[in-house]
T-cell receptor, first 116, second 112 residues
Framework: KAGVTQTPRYLIKTRGQQVTLSCSPI?????VSWYQQTPGQGLQFLFE???????NKGNFPGRFSGRQFSNSRSEMNVSTLELGDSALYLC???????????????FGPGTRLTVL | AQSVTQLDSQVPVFEEAPVELRCNYS??????LFWYVQYPNQGLQLLLK??????LVKVINGFEAEFNKSQTSFHLRKPSVHISDTAEYFC??????????FGSGTKLNVKP
């Protein structure tokens, strides 16, 4: 089974631009969660999508948004980029269900975003 | 509210020595507990998990963790570390099938 894939792996943008990152979950997984990882703040939860609906949201400004398609692929968008948005953005997928093992998260390799 | 605390941001240790990475959590509901490992320039990989049953969880590469409900802890241990264990380790809780909460991470640096 193919793992979680994220594209692109690396991205360089300038302040004020916007960016879209993509995540393809493991086949059959219906939930996609996004995290921002920085040296100073660690791993911070952005949001989770399940069945094309945002189910959970972290404490990030409205510049950060996402969506999920019918095939469970997800995109996140950051508008009006700031220097502080430079980070590794990780996506994780899970089946999501009432049984604990269904909620194990599998992570992709991440997209390294650098804002200049 | 849920939270995860990893008290040690960095742990230096010599090869073949034992190591313990500490993780404490707070939660008002039942939780499921995980340890993830992250190697440089990679995503997180699941190391081990506690969902139910025996409170001592062991995996094939020698790592183990024990769920202690009274102390709300899930410390990760290995009796003898290897250079290749150098990585960052994250503890996470998943209360009641809701979102995951991650600790701030512990960088394990194994020296020869």
């Amino acid at each position: 089974k193919a793992g979680v894939t994220q594209t692109p792996r690396y991205l360089i943008k300038t302040r004020g631009q916007q960016v879209t990152l993509s995540c393809s979950p493991i086949s059959g997984h219906r939930s996609v969660s996004w995290y921002q990882q920085t040296p100073g703040q660690g791993l911070q939860f952005l949001f989770e999508y399940f069945s094309e609906t945002q189910r959970n949201k972290g404490n990030f400004p409205g510049r950060f948004s996402g969506r999920q398609f019918s095939n469970s692929r997800s995109e996140m968008n950051v508008s009006t980029l700031e220097l502080g948005d430079s980070a590794l953005y990780l996506c994780a997928s899970s089946f999501r269900g009432p049984v604990p093992r269904y909620n194990e998260q599998f992570f992709g390799p991440g997209t390294r975003l650098t804002v200049l | 509210a849920q939270s995860v605390t990893q008290l040690d941001s960095q742990v230096p240790v010599f090869e073949e020595a034992p190591v313990e990475l500490r993780c404490n959590y707070s939660s008002s509901v039942s939780v499921y507990l995980f340890w993830y490992v992250q190697y440089p320039n990679q995503g997180l990989q699941l190391l081990l998990k506690y969902l139910s049953g025996s409170t001592l969880v062991k995996v094939i590469n020698g790592f183990e963790a024990e769920f202690n409900k009274s102390q709300t802890s899930f410390h990760l241990r290995k009796p003898s570390v290897h250079i290749s264990d150098t990585a960052e380790y994250f503890c996470a809780v998943n209360p009641n099938f809701n979102k995951f909460y991650f600790g701030s991470g512990t960088k394990l640096n194994v020296k020869p």
